[in-house]
T-cell receptor, first 111, second 115 residues
Framework: GENVEQHPSTLSVQEGDSAVIKCTYSDSASNYFPWYKQELGKGPQLIIDIRSNVGEKKDQRIAVTLNKTAKHFSLHITETQPEDSAVYFCAARNTGNQFYFGTGTSLTVIP | EAGVAQSPRYKIIEKRQSVAFWCNPISGHATLYWYQQILGQGPKLLIQFQNNGVVDDSQLPKDRFSAERLKGVDSTLKIQPAKLEDSAVYLC?????????????FGPGTRLTVT
């Protein structure tokens, strides 16, 4: 089955700096890659996603890039704010519509 | 549009007891997922339904876990008997089933503590 690896496990940045989280996947047939933000006591919330036919997608301060050849994708958050502090998960969806998640990155934005 | 609903939000039971969780997906979402999220880890898929049929339950510990989705809407996940290692957050998610509509939305989860 699919295996998704995520790095780093923890990340601290100063407010206003950028944060980058990287994921790799193993199944070349995976075709959809969402990113989720999870705050304490809540379920994961979809923040951005990218499909396999696209290399980059941006939504305000958040962007995601996908390299299908290398089988890795990354989340970029610019101009970080304290409210960006949370755990972020990447995921990959296979052709059977099953989702496989990374182990999470705990992001702390220091005011 | 209402989100995915789950209940209860919290449950504490003793080992060997049974417990059940309920999920109501977003209206019109044919695909429903149950995940187990152990503290400090990402969600792990337990079972996937398409309408009222099971698509994938390869990671469901079938000797103690069961799930059903009667009438293709609400779903229940049951654990009987519970073990200490079942302590986790149980997340329900739903999505449209048509190709290209892969967005998956999660409920708030049920936090289970087995003592």
């Amino acid at each position: 089955g699919e295996n998704v690896e995520q790095h780093p496990s923890t990340l601290s940045v100063q407010e206003g700096d950028s944060a980058v989280i990287k994921c790799t996947y193993s199944d070349s047939a995976s075709n959809y890659f969402p990113w989720y933000k999870q705050e304490l006591g809540k379920g994961p919330q979809l923040i951005i996603d990218i499909r396999s036919n696209v290399g980059e997608k941006k939504d305000q301060r958040i962007a995601v890039t996908l390299n299908k050849t290398a089988k890795h994708f990354s989340l970029h958050i610019t101009e970080t704010q304290p409210e960006d502090s949370a755990v972020y998960f990447c995921a990959a969806r296979n052709t059977g519509n099953q989702f496989y998640f990374g182990t999470g990155t705990s992001l702390t934005v220091i005011p | 549009e209402a989100g995915v609903a789950q209940s209860p939000r919290y449950k504490i039971i003793e080992k060997r007891q049974s417990v059940a969780f309920w999920c109501n997906p977003i209206s019109g979402h044919a695909t429903l997922y149950w995940y187990q999220q152990i503290l400090g880890q990402g969600p792990k898929l337990l079972i996937q339904f398409q309408n009222n049929g099971v698509v994938d339950d390869s990671q469901l510990p079938k000797d103690r876990f069961s799930a059903e989705r009667l009438k293709g809407v609400d779903s229940t996940l049951k654990i009987q008997p519970a073990k200490l290692e079942d302590s986790a957050v149980y997340l329900c998610a739903s999505s449209y089933s048509s190709p290209g509509s892969g967005e998956q939305y999660f409920g708030p989860g049920t936090r289970l503590t087995v003592t």
